[in-house]
């Protein structure tokens, strides 16, 4: 099937007919065809990041197809000391046009009068919202972007495994996933060819189980 046509993307939402008819014609594309129809569909484009484990992998392959593309980076001020060096590394090593966003409060007042919330705290959406969500509407809401890459895989968590390549979210922007249905494995010889570093130390304290969503997509 060739490409779904559909023009410069527009503020609208797609059914979802329109929607699977996209992605029945991305599906079997391999990532690289993907980001360049994406690119070639949308006038303004971003790619946001967290440095989590594979973040390497699709800010490679995006930022490869257009170097100024814009990287939203919504650093909770929580990271490890391993990732802070490894998205330095990639910035430098991918020479990535880095938008910074970080919370209003500072994390040492936030230890102060709110530490980090379990899960089961009702502080903790609080604490979600305060370091993730707001940055993170502020940046989408400076940029109003009409295409968003990300990284979500299938098999990452059940709201992951629901929907695909490219999915729409209420805000009418676009979710384009490139490396969808790709394993571990296939992104780990990925980043061997490209020699892209990797780094799984990796805390996100708005999330603590590898299988919850933490707001930005669910």
């Not at 527009?10 to 929607?19: F, I, N, Q, R, V």
């Not at 990535?96 to 919330?117: F, K």
């Not at 979500?152 to 969808?180: E, M, N």
């Not at 061997?192 to 999330?207: C, R, S």
């Amino acid at each position: 099937m060739e490409y779904y046509k559909m023009g410069k993307i527009m503020s609208t939402l797609y059914t979802e007919a329109k929607l699977q008819e996209l992605n029945d014609s991305l599906r079997g594309k391999t990532p690289q065809e993907i980001v360049a129809w994406a690119l070639d569909v949308a006038e303004k484009p971003l790619i946001t990041t967290n440095f989590r484990p594979y973040e390497g992998a699709i800010l490679h392959l995006a930022t490869s197809q257009n170097e100024k593309l814009k990287v939203i980076w919504c650093d909770t001020g929580y990271n490890t000391p391993n990732t802070y060096r490894h998205a330095e590394e990639l910035i430098e090593k991918l020479n990535l046009n880095i938008h910074l966003y970080v919370p209003q409060q500072t994390s040492s007042h936030r230890d102060v009068v709110m530490g980090i919330p379990q899960i089961e705290d009702p502080m903790h959406k609080v604490f979600t919202e305060q370091v993730k969500l707001e940055p993170f509407k502020r940046a989408m809401a400076e940029h109003q972007p009409d295409l968003w890459f990300t990284n979500l895989r299938k098999g990452q968590t059940a709201f992951r495994d629901s929907i695909d390549i490219v999915s729409q979210g209420a805000d009418g922007v676009l979710k384009v996933s490139p490396f969808y249905d790709w394993s571990d494995e296939q992104l780990d010889a990925y980043n061997e060819a490209n020699e892209i570093p990797n780094e799984h130390k990796y805390f996100d304290p708005t999330k603590v189980l590898g299988n919850r969503e933490c707001g930005l997509h669910a």
